[in-house]
Nanobody, 119 residues
Framework: VQLQAFGGGLVQPGGSLRLSCAAS????????MGWYQQAPGNQRELVAR???????DYADPVKDRFSISRDNAKNTVYLQMNSLKPEDTAVYYC??????????????WGKGTLVTVSS
């Protein structure tokens, strides 16, 4: 399973960005897709995730500013980030838990996309 992320970049504080991540490869289903962030010197942390039934959860610092959604037909997850703050600066990694008959549930990571919030 390959995860390809798009949409990172430089944005001013208060601005918006939309990340997207598409899953491809051999799998039967994807139970959960999400985004994690990793700032320099910090551990990778959950930003938001969404299950196949549409239920989502968010980290407290972003729950009123970010929105996660997914298109199950396209195996794609989106993260709309609004009111961005400098502390949102990080590499954002796409994550998916995909099921195949040969491997069962496996956890996959994309390569990461850099989001920089700065004036």
């Amino acid at each position: 399973v390959q995860l390809q992320a798009f949409g990172g970049g430089l944005v001013q504080p208060g601005g918006s960005l939309r990340l997207s991540c598409a899953a491809s490869g051999s799998f039967a289903s994807i139970s959960v897709m999400g985004w994690y962030q990793q700032a320099p010197g910090n551990q990778r942390e959950l930003v938001a995730r969404i299950f196949s039934d549409g239920i989502a959860d968010y980290a407290d610092p972003v729950k009123d500013r970010f929105s996660i959604s997914r298109d199950n037909a396209k195996n794609t997850v989106y993260l709309q980030m609004n009111s961005l703050k400098p502390e949102d600066t990080a590499v954002y990694y796409c994550n998916a838990v995909a099921y195949s008959r040969t491997l069962g549930d496996e956890n996959y990571w994309g390569k990461g996309t850099l989001v920089t919030v700065s004036s």
